[in-house]
């Protein structure tokens, strides 16, 4: 069971918004830590999506967003495309547990 | 640009020791944090520790002693060692910088430990 919390799986037909929430609690996210955010294709490395809460790396579009409140954070996907398929997982710091992951979320483009 | 290889056995025998490398190139390992990260099949991510090019590291404690890492600037790579391996250890490991979010990432690589 991971320390952070995301949904198992999401879905959403092209161009629509999807989220993905990571629920953690007052020892990583809520102790204030940052949470950052990964796109996983089977196969290939882990590509980050979103760090610091907010910020994209230069090349990731800005259909993905980040945010942050209390002891979650979410990551959301507008104007969805066919290659957004993939997992997703987050990322932060636990005071009691080094760097933790979120389970990781199955997105699912209908 | 950086990027990162690793490279290590395939296969591993129960309780044996497992020995990967991370070679950096594009840039210098000097002055960053470097992690080791693994996937079992089918499983979420887990942080397996960090060091800094200095030699400090830090492990996940859920790995009870079994983690040694260390580094190489001369080479410019960072190697871990995992010990009294079971089939749980069976993963995709990969390294990556640590800043402290995790990019870029290596490959990475499979191992399996069968015997």
């Known amino acids: 069971q991971s320390v952070l919390t995301q949904p198992p799986s999401v879905s959403g037909a092209p161009g629509q918004r999807v989220t993905i929430s990571c629920t953690g609690s007052?020892?990583?996210?809520?102790?204030?830590?940052?949470v950052h955010w990964y796109q996983h294709l089977p196969g290939t490395a882990p590509k980050l999506l979103i760090y610091g809460n907010t910020n994209r790396p230069s090349g990731v579009p800005d259909r993905f967003s980040g945010s942050k409140s209390g002891t979650s954070a979410s990551l959301a996907i507008t104007g969805l495309q066919a290659e957004d398929e993939a997992d997703y997982y987050c990322?932060?710091?636990?005071?009691?547990?080094?760097?933790?992951f979120g389970g990781g979320t199955k997105l699912t483009v209908l | 640009q950086v990027q990162l290889q690793e490279s290590g056995p395939g296969l591993v025998k129960p309780s044996e020791t497992l020995s990967l490398t991370c070679t950096v190139s594009?840039?210098?390992?000097?002055?960053?944090?470097w992690s080791w990260i693994r996937q079992p099949a089918g499983k979420g991510l887990e942080c397996i520790g960090r060091?800094?090019?200095?030699?400090?590291?830090k492990y996940n404690p859920s790995l009870k002693g079994r983690v040694t890492m260390s580094v190489d600037t001369s080479k410019n790579q960072f190697s871990l060692k995992l010990s009294s391996l079971t089939a749980a250890d069976t993963a995709v490991y990969y390294c990556?910088?640590?800043?402290?979010?995790?990019?870029?990432w290596g490959q990475g690589t499979l191992v399996t430990v069968s015997s």
């Open positions: 060091i800094y090019s200095g030699g400090i590291t």
């Open positions: 990556a910088r640590s800043n402290p979010w995790f990019d870029p």
């Open positions: 594009g840039g210098s390992i000097s002055g960053y944090y």
């Open positions: 007052s020892s990583n996210i809520g102790a204030g830590y940052d």
């Open positions: 990322q932060s710091y636990d005071s009691s547990l080094n760097w933790v």
